[in-house]
């Protein structure tokens, strides 16, 4: 059975840990957190703790760092006889990877990536990129992160891009879903009736559009009538910088 220790199983590495536990049966996860409030709660599920990093990685074949990016060099020292031979993907972002290969230098890691999935990871359904610091492990990091969602393995470069799209994508898909409901609540739909409405029709129109392999633009033709109130309320976003307000939401970091 392979054996996986989350260091850290705050809001990231406890997605990634909670989609394991309830996807991938066959891996054995350990998880460490500072409170031990936190580590209760994963006990109480059935997922294995540790009261300390260094027991957690010590029985690990993979190791996956889900602690702040400001935390990491310190847990990097505190587990660095631990690692040899094993795989580490580290959920920090913003950590250049000459930076981690650094931090990593004599350690004996097999392999080292900088992975970036989403909360979906919870439910099995993350959008994750992952880019390689040293070694080569693509086919371990797909298989696991395949378990909860798509993955992609990409250079550094997109690593970024990735991130922004997929990762802080989230609350930025999250907040038209809002925006949305309190349009549907002005409109004269109940709240309730709103959260409901807008969440359907947006994995509606996801899953159409993945069904016929289509172009979003092809799917918005499709119900878009000439003169309509569709192609209305299309230029009225527009007019409001609603592309724009997302291309800028994407690139301005």
């Not at 993907?89 to 990877?97: M, Y």
């Not at 029709?201 to 996801?206: C, E, F, H, N």
Request: aromatic letters at 4%; a negative charge.
């Amino acid at each position: 059975m392979q054996k996986v220790a989350i260091i850290g199983a705050g809001n990231m590495g406890g997605a990634v840990a909670l989609g394991l536990h309830r996807f991938a049966k066959e891996i054995s996860v350990t998880v460490t957190t500072a409170h031990s409030s936190t580590l209760h709660k994963y006990a109480t599920i059935g997922i294995n703790t540790a009261q300390d990093n260094v027991s957690a990685a010590r029985d690990a074949d993979t190791v996956i760092l889900g602690v702040k990016p400001w935390l990491v060099q310190s847990v990097l020292d505190e587990i660095k006889n631990c690692l040899a031979g094993k795989v580490l993907l580290s959920l920090a972002a913003g950590i250049p990877s000459s930076q981690m290969a650094e931090w990593l230098s004599g350690t004996g890691v097999t392999a080292a990536y900088t992975v970036i999935p989403n909360l979906a990871a919870e439910i099995g359904e993350s959008m994750t990129f992952a880019s390689a610091i040293t070694g080569c492990a693509d086919e371990l990091v797909t298989s696991l992160f395949d378990k909860l969602g798509k993955t992609l393995i990409v250079d550094e470069r997109r690593l970024g891009a990735g991130m922004m799209v997929a990762s802080c994508g989230t609350a930025f898909a999250l907040r038209y879903a809002r925006a949305a409901m309190e349009g549907g609540v002005q409109l004269g739909l109940y709240p309730a009736e709103a959260r409901e409405a807008v969440y359907q029709t947006i994995k509606g129109a996801v899953e159409l559009s993945e069904a016929r392999s289509s172009h979003p633009e092809a799917e918005i033709d499709r119900v878009t009538t000439p003169g309509g109130i569709t192609i209305r309320g299309l230029n009225a976003m527009e007019d409001a910088g609603f592309t724009s307000a997302v291309i800028a939401g994407l690139t301005k970091r």
